[in-house]
């Protein structure tokens, strides 16, 4: 599983017996401003 600020982006089938690939496209710039915003993270 992939979350981005506390939203699932993606998640792939557990216990799959083939391989498996999972990719997401993240905005990090915009987590770290998040980060940036709050108190509490410093």
């Known amino acids: 599983m992939v979350y981005e600020n506390g939203t699932l982006i993606t998640e ?9 690939l999972l990719l997401a496209d ?12 709050q108190n509490s993270f410093s």
């Not at 792939?12 to 498996?20: L, V």
């Not at 993240?26 to 915003?37: A, I």
Request: charged share 35%.
């Open 12 to 20: 792939s089938k557990r216990f799959h017996y083939g391989s498996q």
């Open 26 to 37: 993240l905005d990090l710039d915009r987590l770290t401003q998040e980060h940036m915003r």
